[in-house]
């Protein structure tokens, strides 16, 4: 079992999502809206000094989706390559 966490510019929800759903059809997650936070310039806020906002998709998994996940993910950011995306996979030990 892993857990899957995706952190994404809010733009990219449907670009995401919508490709995790093809590559893996039985694909179950959350997505956390409207998060803001530190990034590495500047708070993102979600408000009109700062209005840029993140996702989070958050999924518990079978091991064997890992490799398709991160395919997924590399090819979000290579077609959007100025928008953060991150990728963090954690195992159960």
């Not at 079992?1 to 039985?26: F, G, K, V």
């Not at 700062?50 to 064997?64: H, R």
Request: glycine share 6%; no cysteine; aromatic share 8%.
């Amino acid at each position: 079992m892993i857990r899957i966490e995706i952190i994404a510019n809010q733009s990219l929800e449907a670009e995401l999502t919508t490709s995790l759903e093809q590559a893996i059809p039985d694909f179950m997650y959350t997505v956390i809206p409207l998060v803001t936070g530190r990034g590495g310039d500047a708070r993102k806020l979600g408000d009109t000094t700062w209005p840029e906002t993140n996702i989070i998709i958050i999924s518990y998994a079978d091991d064997s989706v890992e490799e398709k996940v991160e395919k997924v993910v590399n090819f979000i950011k290579k077609k959007f390559p100025t928008e953060g995306t991150k990728l963090f996979v954690m195992h159960d030990r």
